[in-house]
């Protein structure tokens, strides 16, 4: 795998209703002994809003019936930078930047791990990662949730759906459509998935709490997911 390993937090994974401290531990601990096994890899976490995102916004629409889509991002960013400080905080001396909200103008980084959060309304943080795995010349980005591959469409509304191994950008992006809306439930967003696309980048979305396939992952094994990648 590349030196620098992007990895897209899906909230789910970092702050699910009841903050697993355990899990978090256990990642730190398997993330630094990663890189302490080669002193020019490079890690950048872009974490996700999750439960605190999904409750805030829930009571502004129950407050608001016109909720404008705007200040749902908004509520949906201000809770991926109280995660992503939650996560620099975890990761403690390895993380020497503050958290990065605008990713656009970030080529480098002060020590070994770069935490980034949400930067403004139109796309989730898939974008964000997008544009720093452009701007760090990575090729692959790491977009872990709480599934542990793409469905051909949503098994909780779909009996049919099956598990993917691998999908072309073209296939991903009709499923997933072309419209961002706020709190959109998709693996990968549909604004993210336009510029991947274009830059031919590979996603792999796995299941971000299983960290005996994310180390197969990291280490070129056999693993559990779903590729997405250039046609």
């Known amino acids: ?3 620098i390993q992007i990895l897209d937090l899906g909230g789910s994974i970092v702050a699910p209703e009841v903050i697993d401290t355990k899990f978090l ?3 730190r601990n398997f993330l630094l002994s990663w890189l302490d096994e080669d002193e020019e890899r490079r890690l950048i976490l872009i ?3 999750g439960a605190p995102a999904r409750k805030y916004q829930t009571a502004f629409r129950e407050t608001d019936s016109n909720s404008a889509e705007a ?3 908004w509520i949906g960013i201000m809770a991926t930078r109280l995660n992503a400080q939650l996560m620099k905080a975890v990761m403690g001396s390895a993380c020497q930047d503050p958290v990065v909200t605008d990713p656009t103008h970030i080529k ?3 020590g070994r791990v770069l935490v980034a959060a949400g930067w403004k309304p139109g796309f989730s943080t898939d974008y964000d990662a997008v544009l720093l795995a452009e701007n760090f010349k990575a090729r692959t980005i790491l977009n872990l949730s709480n599934i542990k591959k793409v469905y051909s ?3 909780n509304l779909d009996p049919d759906a099956i598990p ?3 999908l072309s950008w073209e296939e991903y992006q009709q499923m997933c459509g072309h419209t961002w809306t706020p709190g959109k439930n998709t693996p990968f967003d549909p604004v993210a998935t336009r510029k991947a696309r274009d830059l031919k980048l590979k996603v792999i979305a796995a299941d971000g709490r299983d960290l005996d396939n994310l180390k197969n992952i990291f280490y070129g094994l056999n693993f559990t997911g779903t ?3 250039p046609e």
Do not use: F, R, T, Y
Request: proline fraction near 4%.
């Open 153 to 155: 469409a949503d098994p």
């Open 108 to 110: 480098s980084m002060k």
């Open 25 to 27: 531990q256990k990642m």
């Open 227 to 229: 590729v997405i990648g």
């Open 164 to 166: 993917l191994d691998s």
């Open 47 to 49: 974490i996700g809003g």
């Open 1 to 3: 795998m590349d030196k």
């Open 71 to 73: 200040e749902l991002d």
